[in-house]
């Protein structure tokens, strides 16, 4: 199995609004990521959680918490986001933060009305 | 700091014919990584191939093959036979292979592939 789920599929949120994402892997990989991805661009790494501990925070604003309650899942709470935060999330991971190899999930569009 | 660039924003194939899309990289490592990503519309991003730098042979995947150029510091893929489900955005990435620590996947700005049939 090497999938990497991601839920919801689409959100449409208010800038009030509590919301949170969620990816979970079943492979036994210890890292795991957060990237960013606007429309026609590269991904941009958010966040990476090793161990669940978290490893790389690169420089997110803190409208944004990551949080990694055990080695299969990892969460992305949102809160008072703008809309220029709309984009395509994307959850991946990885045997470990040496290895080479990324899984990448579906990822979440996110809509900030 | 480390860079990847892809020269082609866009490009387009016939079906069934081979179509070689372009990467260059620049980096003071000796040993790393380099990769090609596949993001269709359906948005999920799949590995395509990887490229091991201290490997002289080039990675083959099925239809996918790379030109890996380390001199050069070059990483091209060919795609032979393209079919309607290679149409993608396509990015190249880089990785330091460094053990201990979190490293970054390093992606370029991407090539839209067009299939015509």
């Known amino acids: 199995d090497t999938e990497v789920t991601q839920t919801p599929k689409h959100l449409v949120m208010g800038m009030t609004n509590k919301k949170s994402l969620k990816c979970e892997q079943h492979m036994g990989h210890r890292a795991m990521y957060w990237y960013k991805q606007k429309a026609k661009k590269p991904p941009e790494l958010m966040f990476v959680y090793s161990y669940e501990k978290l490893s790389i925070n690169e420089s997110v604003p803190s409208r944004f918490s990551p949080e990694c309650p055990n080695s299969s899942l990892l969460n992305l709470h949102l809160h008072a986001l703008q809309p220029e935060d709309s984009a395509l999330y994307l959850c991946?991971?990885?045997?470990?933060?040496?290895?080479?190899?990324?899984?990448f999930g579906p990822g979440t569009r996110l809509t900030v009305t | 700091a480390q860079t990847v660039t892809q020269s082609q924003p866009e490009m387009s194939v016939q079906e069934a014919e081979t179509v070689t899309l372009s990467c260059t990289y620049d980096t003071s490592e000796s040993d790393y990584y380099l990769f090609w990503y596949k993001q269709p519309p359906s948005r999920q991003m799949i590995l395509v191939i990887r490229q091991e730098a201290y490997k002289q042979q080039n990675a083959t995947e099925n239809r996918f093959s790379v030109n890996f150029q380390k001199a050069a510091k070059s990483f091209s893929l060919k795609i032979s036979d393209s079919q309607l489900g290679d149409a993608a955005m396509y990015f190249c990435?880089?990785?330091?292979?460094?053990?201990?620590?979190?490293?970054?996947?390093?992606f370029g700005q991407g090539t839209r592939l067009t299939i015509n049939p």
């Open positions: 991946a991971s990885s045997q470990g933060t040496w290895t080479y190899e990324q899984y």
């Open positions: 990435a880089y990785r330091p292979r460094i053990i201990q620590g979190a490293q970054k996947l390093v």
